[in-house]
């Protein structure tokens, strides 16, 4: 395999894939949205439903530090 694809997840002849760390991202974004209603129901004592935008970037910044963590574990 040539060395400029050994670091994306499913490439192929002629489809570099996505990145590792997009990868990473993708998978943890559903925990990091879980983070975030946990994080906000137990702050407000009640349950709460995602409604905005400003959820949507937390989710993202907490699944991409989530990848960046893996891709550091991953090293060692």
């Known amino acids: 395999m040539r060395e400029d694809l ?15 760390r997009d990868y990473f991202a993708a998978k943890a974004l559903s925990t990091a949205v879980k983070i975030n209603i946990n994080h906000y129901s137990r702050e407000l004592g009640k349950e709460w439903y995602w409604d905005d935008d ?23």
């Open 6 to 20: 050994m670091h994306q997840a499913f490439p192929d002849e002629g489809n570099f894939g996505i990145s590792i």
């Open 54 to 76: 400003e959820d949507a970037a937390f989710a993202a910044s907490v699944a991409y530090k989530l990848a960046d963590a893996m891709l550091k574990e991953r090293q060692k």
